[in-house]
Structures are given as structure tokens and as C-alpha cells.
């Protein structure tokens, strides 16, 4: 199979990039602002109301745009220029970027790639970036990794975030873009500025995306650490993925996030599994398997026979930063001895990040955490939808 898509890839790639480059994402979604400064950084760009040119902006002018009675106002710094249903700036030449400055909230510059249109909400501005993909890719890997990692582990985070991205386009479809900008989509807080490597990173897995046995984009599920075993999609949540397999892992056993505890008294953990679980606290076994639980590998409950102890449920109520971890009573205490951070499926970033750091390459990293993956140019998937 992988030969076959290797063997299309290179024919398809000599068409070149088809369509679906450019997301529409959602800026300041959390909180959209009711006035903004906007100046480009790079390049120049022309500023159209209602679909006509009004005028032309260059590095070093800024304009006001405004929410002002259902319509978005423009001005220059000293005079109003007009009303409009709708204001967009295009860019004039490939590579420019424009800055936005929330007026009233702390006025924090944030810098962005391509287009933008700007359209009223309520008394806010709802303002949404026409990205080139890989644009943006950039700018979620930083947002998201940071700019220390290796080179190799950005290009692991480049394709999930495209995966994602392509696969979740319909996600804001009733407000008008397609992404966010927030933790609930990708996190996208800016342009990718503070180490090259990302940029390189983006480049050399340009249009790479990961897809199952049928050549549907995956659900690339990741997590910070997953204490040496990770998990089973349908452990977590409800449906098995062919790709989402428990697996044991030993990239990540000595990471600030490998290890967690927890203490509270006997009484209060009692009480708890009786409450919440309806566990025989007063059967001795039980009791004692309550109070001492050190299995030899994963599992997601505590003893099926005499009561349901999920340990996800454990996880959510007591606020745990996983569901993985042993029971011991020392004294008149219950300590919850925890390995990993985060829900276990897909790939674990700081295992990942410790290949890429050994030397792995970016594909065997991503098909050690997800099983019978392809990873394919995305072309070679628009090939196969429009056949
Ligand atoms: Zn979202
Ligand atoms: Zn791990």
C-alpha cells in the first residue's frame, strides 16, 4: 500500500497544489475585541468596504476599524473614511503580514499572514484570517510547542496540526470560518516568529497529512505524557479507532510530567468510592484492593467483579492529572502514586519529543504512536475524493 501511495504521490505532486490551501480561521474568538489598529508589518495591502477599493495601506500606516451601529467603521489616525457591511484587506504580494492591536485590551500586538475579513458582531468585530495553510501551520506549532524543541518534533506537531486543521474545517461552519484560534480548535496566537527551525520544519513536510487504510484523514489525538503505556481511544472515549492503540512506551519516563501524587485520609477515599461508585467498603477484599493497587500494566478500572471504579471518573472528580496510577494506605493516608499528564490516546509529546531528540525521524516517530498509519501529501487525497 505504501508503495502504491508513494508511486501516486509523485505523479500527483507533478499537477501541483490543487485547491483547499487557504483556512479561514477565527481570530480573538475568546473574546472578540470592538475596536482594533491595524498596520502592516510586511508588504502592503488594499483595504476594500463592500467589496470596493477605499485605499491602500503600506508599512507605517495604520488604520482604525470599529464596531459602530451594526457596521464596521474605517478611519485613518486623524479622519473617518466610511461605514461598511464589510471590510477586507487583501495582501498585495505573497509573504506580508499585517498587525492587530486590540484598542481596550492592553493594545498586545499580535502579527498575522495573508488576508482578513472583517464583518460586525453585535457590538464586536468578528474578524477572520484567510490563511495559507502552511502559514498557519507555523504559527499552531509555535503557538502549541513552543520554540525549543528539535527540528524533528516540530515536524511531527506540523503534521498533526495539518491533519487536524483539514479534517475539522466544518467546526465553526455556523459562525462563518472554519477554526478557531483557541485550545478548543488549535491555538494560533500569532505567525510563527521565534525559531526558524518551524518554518523549516513546515517546509520540509509541506502538505503532509496522516491518513488510516482507507485514506481518511485520522484524528490525531495527542497528550503530554502517557507514563509509559499509552491507552486505547475506547478507553477514553467512545469509539475504537484503528489507529488509536494502547502501546507501551519508554521515551518518556523521566520528564517533569512523568510522575504525579496525590494524598488524602482513608475515611475520605472511602467515602468517595462508596458515594460515587457504590463500592463494597465494608468487604475486606474489596478494602484492601482499594487501599493497595499496584498493577503490573495499564488498566482503566479497578477490580470489575465487586464494583465499576472508573478510573477516568476518578481522574475527573479528584482532578488527577491522569488515569493512571496506584493506590497505597501508609498510616492513616491514601496516596495516589500517578505516572503521565493527559488522557493517554495517540501520541505522547514528551516521548516524542525524547525520539526526536535520539535521532528518530519524524514519520517512524509518528508511526510508532499511531498503528497502520500512511502519511500522504494531500493532494494524493483530493486525487482519490475526485476520482
Ligand atoms: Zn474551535
Ligand atoms: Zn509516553
Redesign the pocket.
Given at each position: 500500500m505504501r508503495h502504491f501511495l508513494c508511486l501516486l504521490l509523485s505523479v500527483v505532486c507533478s499537477f501541483g497544489f490543487a485547491s483547499n490551501k487557504v483556512l479561514q480561521v477565527g481570530l480573538f474568538s475568546k473574546q472578540e475585541p470592538s475596536e482594533i489598529l491595524i498596520k502592516p508589518e510586511i508588504g502592503s495591502y488594499t483595504v476594500l468596504g463592500n467589496g470596493l477599493q477605499i485605499l491602500e495601506l503600506k508599512k507605517g500606516q495604520a488604520i482604525r476599524i470599529k464596531s459602530e451601529n451594526g457596521l464596521v467603521a474605517v478611519s485613518t489616525l486623524d479622519k473617518a473614511i466610511g461605514t461598511y457591511a464589510e471590510v477586507r484587506l487583501e495582501r498585495k504580494t505573497w509573504g506580508s503580514t499585517m498587525v492587530i492591536e486590540r484598542v481596550n485590551q492592553g493594545h498586545k500586538a499580535h502579527e498575522y499572514h495573508d488576508d482578513f475579513v472583517i464583518t460586525p458582531k453585535g457590538s464586536k468585530l468578528k474578524i477572520v484570517n484567510h490563511v495559507y495553510i502552511e502559514h498557519y501551520v507555523s504559527g499552531v506549532v509555535e503557538s502549541e510547542a513552543g520554540s525549543r524543541e528539535p527540528k524533528e518534533y516540530y515536524k511531527v506537531q506540523a503534521v498533526i496540526c495539518r491533519t487536524y486543521a483539514l479534517n475539522n474545517r466544518m467546526k465553526h461552519a455556523a459562525e462563518g470560518f472554519q477554526l478557531c484560534d483557541q485550545v478548543h480548535c488549535q491555538v494560533y496566537h500569532n505567525k510563527s516568529r521565534h525559531n526558524p527551525d518551524i518554518l523549516k520544519a513546515t517546509q520540509e513536510t509541506i502538505g503532509i497529512v496522516i491518513v488510516d487504510s482507507d485514506i481518511n484523514l485520522v484524528t490525531a489525538a495527542f497528550h503530554s505524557?502517557?507514563g509509559?503505556h499509552?491507552c486505547n481511544s475506547e478507553d477514553v472515549w467512545s469509539g475504537a479507532l484503528s489507529y488509536l492503540r494502547a502501546r507501551e512506551?519508554d521515551?518518556?519516563l523521566e520528564e517533569p510530567h512523568s510522575y504525579w501524587r496525590k494524598s488524602t485520609t482513608t475515611g475520605e477515599w472511602m467515602a468517595y468510592l462508596k458515594r460515587r461508585f457504590n463500592y463494597p467498603i465494608h468487604d475486606e477484599e474489596a478494602r484492601q484492593v482499594a487501599l493497595n493497587y499496584c498493577p503490573d500494566q495499564r488498566y482503566h478500572r479497578l477490580n470489575d467483579s465487586v464494583a465499576w471504579v472508573d478510573f477516568k471518573t476518578v481522574r475527573k472528580d479528584w482532578g488527577l492529572r491522569s488515569a493512571y496510577f496506584n493506590i497505597e494506605q501508609v498510616a492513616d493516608s491514601v496516596i495516589l502514586e500517578g505516572r503521565g499528564y493527559g488522557h493517554g490516546v495517540g501520541l505522547?509529546q514528551?516521548?516524542a519529543m525524547n525520539m526526536a531528540k535520539r535521532g528518530t525521524s519524524y514519520s517512524d516517530i509518528l508511526h510508532f504512536y499511531y498503528a497502520g498509519i500512511h502519511l500522504v501529501n494531500l493532494s494524493v487525497i483530493e486525487f482519490f475524493r475526485s476520482e
Open positions: 505524557n502517557c509509559g499509552t512506551d521515551n518518556c505522547c514528551e516521548g
